[in-house]
Each structure stands twice: as C-alpha cells, then as structure tokens.
C-alpha cells in the first residue's frame, strides 16, 4: 500500500520569508496529491491539489510541484504571514479511490512577525 | 461559507459504551467520510459514504463502526462498544464529487475519549 513520508516536522520562517515542505510516497499508481491547512480547533482544510498530469500548480502565494519519477511533492508558500502558521499535512491517493488515501504525519509551521 | 459541522465537540465515554458521532455536511454535497486522528499519529481515512451507501471502507472500519444518513442532513458515525484504542480526533467531511475529483471539506472534529 501507499506510505507517504513529509519532512520537516516544524519548520519557523520569518514573516515574508518562503517555506516548503516536502513529500514523498511510494506507490506508483497514486495520481492524486492534496495539501491540507490545520488551524488549532479546527478540521483540516484542501488548499490545493495536484493532479500526476500536472508538474506544478498555483494559487496565489501557494504552489504545489510534483515530481512522478521521484516520487516526492512539495508544498511552497511564498512571502508568508503570521496566519498561515498551521500544522499542513500532504496526502496521496488514487483519485477515485479513498481507501488508498495516505497522509503525512504533518508539519507544523510557525511564521515569525 | 458553506461549513461542515460535528456535534459534540468533546465526547467521553466510558470502554464497552455506544457513541454516535453527529455530522451535518455542506447542503449540496452528495459524498460523505469519516476519518481519525489519533493523538500523535496521521490521519486515516475510516469510511465514504454515497447515494445512501459506503462505498469504501477501511481495514479500521470494523464490524463496531456503522454510519448513516438518517435524514436529508446528518451523517452519523457510531461506534457500538468502545475500545480505550478508539479515543481519538474524528472528523467528518464532504465533497461535491468522489475521492479525487472534488475537494473535501472537513468538520472541526469531535474529540473521543474514552476511559
């Protein structure tokens, strides 16, 4: 089955200062690559996904690149702010096909004033 | 913003007790999940639900789990005798489309202790 692994764990980031947090899974048959945002008390929220005929995707200061020989994804947040501290958490799966959804383990992002 | 919300937010119970989780998802989604996090560890996918059936279960998803549809607007989770391993963050979440192809938009979670 699928295992995704995401580095690092804490990351702390000057306010305006760019972040990225990397992934990388095992399963080969995986197409589907969401990102989630956790804020504390709340439920984790999609704020961009990729899809394997995609190399990168971009919304606003959030981007998402994909490298399918390599396996591995990563999250890039440019000129971060004091709100986009969260823990993010990567997953991967076979669109179509929740039970082969893996998360990360997460990584908690502390943007500094 | 449409929201999906989860009732309680806390629950405890004690081990061999019945619990039901409560869930309203966003109004014009027709898919709906359960997933955990225990304390410490990743978040796992549970269950999907779809035009009034699962659709796909996990290994955890056991014969003590059930959900349901009761009505045009809840979606329940419950957990027939509980184990002190059950206690965890369960969140519901719904989408527009299937695993994949619409995003999922999550509850806040209920925090289930059990003692």
């Known amino acids: 089955g699928e295992n995704v692994e995401q580095h690092p764990s804490t990351l702390s980031v000057q306010e305006g200062d760019s972040a990225v947090i990397k992934c990388t899974y095992s399963?080969?048959?995986?197409?589907?690559f969401p990102w989630y945002k956790q804020e504390l008390g709340k439920g984790p929220q999609l704020i961009i996904d990729?899809?394997?005929?995609?190399g990168e995707k971009k919304d606003q200061r959030i981007a998402v690149t994909l490298n399918k020989t390599a396996k591995h994804f990563s999250l890039h947040i440019t000129e971060t702010q004091p709100e986009d501290s969260a823990v993010y958490f990567c997953?991967?799966?076979?669109?179509?096909?929740?039970?082969?959804?893996?998360f990360g383990a997460g990584t908690r992002l502390t943007v500094k004033p | 913003e449409p929201e999906v919300t989860q009732t309680p937010s806390h629950q405890v119970t004690q081990m061999g007790q019945e619990v039901i989780l409560r869930c309203v998802p966003i109004s014009n989604h027709l898919y709906f999940y359960w997933y955990r996090q225990i304390l410490g560890q990743k978040v796992e996918f549970l269950v999907s639900f779809y035009n009034n059936e699962i659709s796909e279960k996990s290994e955890i998803f056991d014969d003590q789990f059930s959900v349901e549809r009761p009505d045009g607007s809840n979606f329940t989770l419950k957990i027939r005798s509980t184990k002190l391993e059950d206690s965890a963050m369960y969140f519901c979440?719904?989408?527009?489309?299937?695993?994949?192809?619409?995003?999922?938009?999550f509850g806040p979670g209920t925090r289930l202790t059990v003692t």
């Open positions: 997953a991967a799966s076979i669109a179509g096909r929740n039970n082969d959804m893996r």
């Open positions: 979440a719904s989408s527009e489309g299937g695993a994949g192809l619409a995003g999922e938009y």
């Open positions: 399963d080969s048959a995986s197409n589907y």
């Open positions: 990729i899809r394997s005929n995609v």
